[in-house]
């Protein structure tokens, strides 16, 4: 959904109590920009999780990795940008773990800044085979290694940065790109596994990513 969906309650205190969704302690200081993001994250995933199935009223509280709670046989994932929010949810009968990232395009000077602390110089090449401008393949590998990390971790509890993960392949026609872990998560999750990513290019950058049951 677009975020701004919600300016129709005139401030997200209004909102909040209009779509039965309730701030956590969290956010009790977040700027309005913030709180409508959650918001919107949250009416998403409601949605999401009414279509996958679930007739409760759970209300996805944050855990201590900031992720979404969800509620028991569910599994999901939640992203949001500037404009956009976006959630998808599943049942674990079919899917151990859903990952997704949405992304506003990088700006040069944004791209200069983060790609030492995203890209590898293996990476490199990848972007010139697939002619991708600096700052989409940037942006693309920054929210498709997000998005790996928000699938792996709620499944590993281990955290892990973005150069422990490497594009070891990218398909822009297929819309489709591989990458793998260069480290270990836990006994079942090791170095050199790979993962298929997703993605969408556009006004802003769209990334899934999921383990089958």
């Known amino acids: ?3 701004a969906e919600l300016d129709v ?17 969290q956010l009790a200081r977040a700027v309005p920009t913030r709180r409508m993001e959650f918001l919107a ?13 679930y007739t409760g009223t759970a209300e996805l509280p944050i855990n201590a990795r900031r ?14 940008g500037a404009e956009t929010a976006w959630a998808v949810v599943a049942s674990q009968r079919h899917y151990r773990a859903l990952g997704i990232d949405l992304e506003r395009l990088v700006t040069p000077a944004a791209a200069a800044e983060l790609s030492a602390s995203v890209l590898l110089h293996s990476e490199s090449a990848l972007a010139r085979a697939a002619n991708l401008g600096f700052e989409q393949f940037l942006g693309l590998a920054f929210s498709a290694k997000e998005t790996l990390y928000k699938c792996l971790n709620p ?11 490497e594009i070891v392949e990218l398909s822009p026609g ?3 790109l591989r990458v793998a872990l260069r480290t270990d998560l836990s006994p079942d999750v090791r170095a050199g596994e790979q993962f298929v990513v997703r993605f969408r290019i556009g006004s802003e950058i769209h990334t899934s990513t999921s383990i089958a049951a």
Do not use: K, N, Y
């Open 9 to 25: 309650h005139g401030s997200p205190e209004a909102a909040s109590r209009a779509l039965g969704i309730a701030f956590p302690p």
């Open 155 to 165: 499944l590993t509890g281990a955290a892990f940065d973005f150069l422990d993960v």
């Open 41 to 53: 994250g949250r009416l998403c995933a409601r949605r999401a999780l009414q279509a996958a199935g």
């Open 1 to 3: 959904m677009r975020i």
């Open 67 to 80: 992720g979404p709670v969800w509620p028991a046989g569910f599994v999901g994932s939640i992203a949001h």
């Open 174 to 176: 297929t819309g489709a």
